[in-house]
């Protein structure tokens, strides 16, 4: 089993600029997340899925929009890009409704 | 609100010597706390839950709803045991809540 995976790994965007981040998870877990990494701020959560067809606000929301595409698949998407979204981006998910969480490897975006 | 604080932003101490890092917490009903840990290039990953009370990699973590606190520890810190480590509280059916984490420097 991979766990969770995301793409890109590295990203750099000019501000203004659109993208989404995905995450896939082959655990069958039904609770996904996306978090930001950044210095001195630790991890922040932007939004989560408890299930399946479900999605909430994290505590940093502004500026980002996420699908939960079917069980596997959570992205995230940036339509926007400004340079405070530059950080590291963590996507993880769990069995259950915020149980024990399984991380992705992330994806470093720079956004100019 | 839940708040977890991790009052070091970065700990060095000699090999062999004793480490403590340090986590509280505020919340007033029955919490559940974890330790994760982020090793240089690799993802985050759960070190230990007070749940199961398990010794993981030598670490320990006993949770004093006293003190509102949750302090990971190990006797003999190892050069391995460099890494960033992150406190994090769960309470009812909400989502965890992390610290800002403390990064743990062990010198030779």
């Known amino acids: 089993n991979a766990g969770v995976t995301q793409t890109p790994k590295f990203q750099v965007l000019k501000t203004g600029q659109s993208m989404t981040l995905q995450c896939a998870q082959d655990m069958n877990h039904n609770s996904m997340y996306w978090y930001r990494q950044d210095p001195g701020m630790g991890l922040r959560l932007i939004y989560y899925s408890a299930s399946e067809g479900t999605t909430d606000k994290g505590e940093v929301p502004n500026g980002y929009n996420v699908s939960r595409l079917n069980k596997r698949e959570f992205s995230l998407r940036l339509e926007s890009a400004a340079p405070s979204q530059t950080s590291v981006y963590f996507c993880a998910s769990s069995e259950e409704r915020h149980l024990e969480q399984y991380f992705g490897p992330g994806t470093r975006l720079t956004v100019t | 609100a839940q708040r977890v604080t991790q009052p070091e932003k970065l700990l060095s101490v000699f090999k062999g010597a004793p480490v403590e890092l340090k986590c509280n917490y505020s919340?007033?009903?029955?919490?559940?706390l974890f330790w994760y840990v982020q090793y240089s290039r690799q993802r985050l990953q759960l070190l230990l839950r007070?749940?199961s009370r398990e010794s993981i990699k030598g670490f320990t973590a006993d949770l004093n709803k006293g003190e509102t606190s949750f302090h990971l520890k190990k006797p003999f810190a190892q050069e391995e045991d460099s890494a960033m480590y992150y406190c994090?509280?769960?309470?009812?059916?909400?989502?965890?809540?992390f610290g800002k984490g403390t990064r743990l420097s062990v010198i030779a």
């Open positions: 007070h749940i």
């Open positions: 919340y007033s009903g029955s919490p559940e």
């Open positions: 994090a509280l769960r309470t009812g059916n909400t989502p965890l809540v």
